[in-house]
């Protein structure tokens, strides 16, 4: 194997958050028939089917992509698959309702907690093509409990959608290297990491990825001018939403760009319109990400005394803001309670992460990281859950009494590290285990008292007056083992 | 020579461990039971969470239950002593 260095450099642009990159190529197979998989290995590609987008080099490296080099129960006409994530985790506030609050990936404290447990797969028969994924475990509710469009209109749309996480059809042109139209529920790859965790260098993402959408509802086309390059344009009911605010859609788009399989560039940007009663405020996000493998020597370590086989990093900045009806990007004049078109108020989000990550062998690799995130107005804060809860709350659990205020006006910046090792002994499962620290300038994290009640049962009565204990640290540890075929 | 290769990966991952486990020891130690810390009034007083010296009790002023001295009035801890509440959920504007 060839010792391989490459180039630092500066990328400039804009920026948004995103899970799976590697699903998205598989995605983009431009042969239906053959397995709409993870990577392929690059060899048999080479010889197979060259002009496959991305199959040219090996990307399982990437974070917030597959590592697997084959589906191993892949058919004809269905590539199943499954992941089951499970995840233990504890924090030095120990809140006595075991709640974690401000998280997409992590829900409950202390407990052995099935995150995710997800079954389905790819169909492809001639150029018709289909994907469904199955969501249950604690993220079928974590995750639609932030989509308030779910409260306009009728048909709980959150109970009829959240045991699916991915669920589209669509149809597959040969033309240039592919083009592929899907309807339906699919994956945002905003924010770098994968909403598949099995898929990520670590299992707890930075503000940006986590407070960032993770999935869509709706059109997208992936088109391939080359084998390097995606762009793909989405039609879309919203910000990580199954309904729809106001009357326009969202728009927006990915440009996936690999020119090497040491580098990879990605793009996504955002428009829409994502308030309630608020047609005329805008929301813009750009999420702009590189990720580059500097050095790739499985035969010949790094060091002597330091045998890191393959050395990698991730940068990640996302600018974005809220334009109208009583809210400007940048240097409002108004504040909380007074924000108009006349004194409008800040909002906006600013953030970025990096990570780093080494791997000694095929088996285990170490990852350290961190980031920041500036909310003012916290359109993109993970509101608090129990009795600080700003948002409608789930059926038999008492109305929240002391909501976290997520109003125009407010602020909120945060900011996190984390390091973490992952054990992979074989391509189908990780142990993972990692250390987190992230704090607020607000009181935002669950500390001892927890959200929910003196005890921390729902069902023990909620004195008058009673507070949640919002604290401004939290720091963790996190174990988890994926399984993914 | 692989052996060796084996070898150096598994010290490093040794190291990568201790590491991780030293980092997790400096988050081993818990934020509660000192005084004006919140509690769980509702466990049996052999079960308190608090501190030595220290119980799990309410000031005549708040809702909220904290670890206090007794009497409530020798502490100098506002959510003891009932001087101050926690404030309400918000987190503060700008």
């Known amino acids: 194997m060839r010792k391989e260095y490459a180039v630092f450099f500066l990328f400039c642009g804009t920026a948004a958050s995103t899970p799976a990159i590697a699903d998205q190529a598989a995605a983009a197979s431009p042969q239906p028939d053959s397995a709409a998989a993870p990577q392929p290995a690059p060899q048999v590609v080479a010889e197979a089917a060259a002009a496959e987008p991305f199959a040219f080099g090996d990307f399982t490296w990437l974070n917030g992509a597959s590592r697997q080099h084959k589906a191993v129960l892949d058919t004809k006409y269905f590539t199943p698959e499954m992941l089951i994530d499970v995840n233990y985790t504890a924090s030095t506030n120990n809140p006595i309702d075991d709640t974690v609050v401000g998280s997409t990936a992590l829900s409950r404290n202390n407990e052995f907690t099935l995150a995710f447990l997800g079954f389905g797969g790819d169909f492809h028969y001639e150029n018709t093509r289909a994907r469904l994924m199955t969501q249950f475990g604690v993220r079928s509710t974590l995750v ?46 905003v924010g770098l990491f994968s909403y598949d965790n099995f898929e990520n260098w670590m299992y707890l993402p930075s503000f940006t990825s986590d407070n960032t959408p993770w999935f869509f509802n709706g059109i997208r ?12 344009p989405w039609i879309i009911n919203g910000w990580q939403t199954y309904g729809k605010f106001n009357t326009m859609p969202g728009f927006g788009a990915q440009t996936l760009y690999r ?15 994502d308030t309630q009663d608020a047609p005329g405020r805008i929301r813009f996000h750009s999420d702009n990400s ?56 800040t909002q906006h989000f600013l953030s970025a992460m990096a990570y ?55 602020k909120f910046n945060a900011w996190d590290y984390e390091a973490g090792i992952q054990y992979m002994p074989t391509e189908l499962l990780t142990f993972d285990v990692e250390v987190n620290h992230r704090q607020s300038d607000v009181p935002y994290f669950a500390g001892h008292g927890g959200v929910t009640s003196p005890d921390g049962y729902i069902t023990t009565p909620i004195p008058t007056g009673w507070q949640p204990d919002l604290v401004k640290t939290d720091n963790r540890i996190i174990f988890a083992a994926l399984t993914r075929f | ?5 084996m070898m150096k990966t598994l010290r490093s991952a040794g190291l990568c461990a201790g590491l991780m486990l030293g980092l997790g020891g400096l988050l081993a130690g818990c934020n509660e039971g000192k005084e004006g810390d ?40 506002p959510f003891c002593n009932g001087s101050a509440c926690p404030p309400p959920a918000d987190g503060g504007s700008s």
């Open chain 1, 144 to 189: 639609p409990r932030n989509d308030l469009s779910t409260e306009r209109g009728q048909f709980d749309l959150q109970t009829a959608l959240r045991y699916i996480s991915e669920g589209y059809g669509g149809y597959h042109l040969d033309v240039w290297n592919g083009i592929n139209i899907d309807a339906g529920i699919f994956m945002s790859y």
């Open chain 1, 221 to 232: 086309i992936q088109m391939f001018p080359t084998d390097k390059l995606k762009i793909e």
């Open chain 1, 259 to 273: 020119p090497f399989e040491w580098l990879s560039l990605i793009s996504n940007d955002y428009v829409g319109w």
């Open chain 1, 290 to 345: 590189i990720e580059v493998r500097y050095f790739n020597s499985p035969t010949r370590p790094l060091a002597q005394w330091f045998p890191a086989t393959r050395v990698a990093f991730s940068v990640t900045g996302d600018i974005g803001f809220e334009d109208g009806d009583g809210v400007t990007p940048f240097n409002g004049s108004g504040h909380e309670g007074a924000c108009t078109n006349a004194t409008p108020c």
């Open chain 1, 356 to 410: 780093h990550r080494v791997w000694f062998g095929e088996k285990f690799a170490f990852t350290a990281g961190g980031g920041f995130m500036n909310n003012p107005g916290r359109y993109l804060v993970l509101a608090p859950t129990g009795v600080a809860s700003p948002v409608p709350q789930p059926l038999n659990v008492p109305a929240a009494t002391a909501p976290f205020d997520l109003s125009a006006g407010t």
């Open chain 2, 1 to 5: 020579m692989m052996r060796d290769v």
């Open chain 2, 38 to 77: 919140r509690c769980n009034p509702y466990l049996p007083p052999d079960d308190d969470e608090c501190n030595s010296g220290l119980t799990c009790q309410s000031s005549p002023t708040c809702p909220e239950s904290f670890c206090c001295p007794t009497p409530l009035t020798s502490s100098l801890n």
